[in-house]
């Protein structure tokens, strides 16, 4: 963003037209069912062309600056600022957002290879059982997680209520079942 902050205005121009283009083309994916995606019927062929424009002017360059082979992320822990995320997402560096404790060995959720959302991290693994208390709280069971915290019985009761592990961390789950 310096480089570009930096550069002649057309340069910023060509920029931010291309970031433009990115987000509608997240916009697209995002709205696109996974049939569709599958059967790339997502973007008409004019769309498909600006896109390839932008690809060859910015998105190109930015991925060889990253070392030229980079052709997407994962980020794990919790969830990103979504404008960022959006933002990679732009630049056509798919960005895989996930989530999760030591205690849970690690992983409880993770965006799927298809149809990511940024500013969620993703959809819970078919193994784990996820809910949200009435604070917020999010709640975790299953085969994954910690029996327990070594030598600590005081540590363990707290953590564990009725079998769910206690994060500690505040989600809540939109209307796809993608946690945030």
Do not use: C
């Amino acid at each position: 963003m310096e480089e570009i902050n930096q550069g002649t205005p057309v340069k910023k121009n060509v920029f931010n037209w291309a970031v433009k283009v990115g987000e509608e083309r997240y916009e697209k994916y995002i709205e696109s069912s996974f049939d569709q995606l599958i059967l790339g019927e997502t973007m008409s062929k004019s769309f498909l062309r600006k896109w390839k424009l932008a690809d060859r002017l910015v998105y190109q360059k930015i991925k060889k600056k990253l070392g030229g082979r980079l052709r997407g992320m994962v980020s794990g822990g919790g969830t990103l600022n979504p404008e960022l995320a959006k933002f990679f997402w732009a630049i056509d560096l798919p960005l895989l957002e996930g989530y999760g404790l030591t205690e849970t060995t690690p992983v409880i959720s993770t965006n799927p290879m298809i149809r990511a959302k940024a500013g969620t991290v993703g959809k819970v693994l078919p193994n784990i059982d996820v809910k949200v208390a009435e604070d917020g709280e999010v709640l975790v069971k299953g085969p994954s997680v910690m029996k327990g915290y070594y030598n600590d019985d005081e540590a363990t009761s707290q953590a564990f209520v009725d079998g769910w592990f206690h994060t500690g961390d505040l989600g809540q789950f939109d209307d796809e079942d993608y946690l945030k």
